[in-house]
């Protein structure tokens, strides 16, 4: 497969600059088609970047002849339905994360995707990105030694527009995304721990609503324990008076600290306590460099590659956390 001839499945905000213009800007990549269920929106969104159709229905747009794979760029609880949809049809799919509302959903996806001989992605970008690879290349060479422990951390004050019960944004409506900015920010976390450390087997935490302004948590906190014996503790709170974001990897012989979010500099500290820093820019459209490793590995038949199931460890480890949490609402 030389060219990858996409379609966009919810050309909202995220597809604007992040995501959307990479699929017709990379080589070996074409963007065919755009859907939303707002006609007008759709046929804007492709007048504005040049993309030669649009649809107001996804099946129509998965069912064209001359779209290879579908980016998925909707909110969560629609993940699973056009996962199995496009797969169904045959086509490569791309989802946004987090991969669906639930780890139960995620599985469903996989062996969807599994059953066609389809690959599945998940857009944990920055697994692609210079500054989490310069990141993983000092661990893998043992410039902190052994690495021990992990710390997480995440504050934000709660913003106006989490503050109007009768217009919430969708991230904070469980129902649609799964849960509120927990789910929506710290699964690019976990998921770049995944990346650098490998996987997460056991998981224990709190979640509660401290300020009550809407359905969903607005505070985290956890511990958890990698496979390779590596211990880590987290706290996510998005109703603070402060603002922080940070998380360190402390190994036997340094430590490294570095932000998921922005593009600040990564400090690691050697053996001898030198800070020694790092500065990358993070890309205008900052999908675009996993994108390009995705239609590399397309265009090299490499389906061993998708990372759906790297993604569905994220879920699951959110699953465990908001356990508690979800079940006490439902009761509600």
């Known amino acids: 497969m030389q060219k990858i001839r996409w379609g966009i499945i919810g050309c909202g905000d995220v597809t604007e600059v992040k995501s959307g213009p990479a699929f017709y800007k990379l080589e070996g990549s074409e963007l065919i088609a755009v859907m939303r269920r707002n006609a007008n929106l759709a046929k804007e969104f492709a007048k504005r970047h040049n993309v030669p159709k649009w649809y107001s229905d996804a099946e129509s747009l998965v069912n064209d002849p001359e779209i290879d794979a579908i980016y998925i760029a909707t909110p969560p609880s629609t993940h699973k339905e056009y996962t199995i949809l496009a797969a169904q049809a045959g086509k490569i799919v791309y989802v946004e994360k987090p991969m669906a509302l639930t780890f139960e959903e995620c599985n469903e996806m996989i062996a969807a995707c599994r059953s066609q001989n389809v690959p599945l992605f998940v857009a944990y970008y920055r697994r692609a990105l210079p500054r989490f690879l310069k990141i993983k290349e000092l ?34 409506k469980p129902e649609i995304s799964g849960g509120g900015l927990f789910v929506d920010l710290a699964c690019h976390t976990l998921d770049i721990l995944d990346f650098l450390l490998g996987k997460i087997v056991s998981v224990k935490g ?127």
């Open 139 to 172: 661990i893998d060479s043992g410039a902190i030694g052994t690495p021990r422990i992990v710390n997480c951390q995440l504050f934000r004050e709660m913003e106006s527009r989490y503050q109007d019960p009768d217009n919430l944004p969708w991230f904070v």
């Open 206 to 332: 709190h979640a509660n609503s401290q300020a009550k302004a809407y359905p969903a948590e607005d505070c985290v906190s956890m511990s958890f324990m990698f496979e390779n014996h590596i211990q880590g503790v987290g706290i996510w709170n998005f109703v603070a008076g402060a603002r922080e974001d940070k998380v360190e990897i402390i190994g036997t012989k340094g430590k490294i600290t570095f932000a998921t979010f922005g593009d600040a500099a990564i400090s690691y500290y050697d053996e001898n306590n030198q800070l020694h820093q790092f500065h990358f820019e993070n890309p205008k459209h900052i999908q675009m460099p996993f994108i390009q490793t995705v239609i590399h590995q397309l265009q090299r038949n490499d389906i061993s590659s998708s990372n759906g199931e790297a993604a569905a460890r994220t879920s699951w480890v959110i699953d465990e956390v908001l356990k508690e949490y979800r079940t006490a609402h439902k009761e509600q």
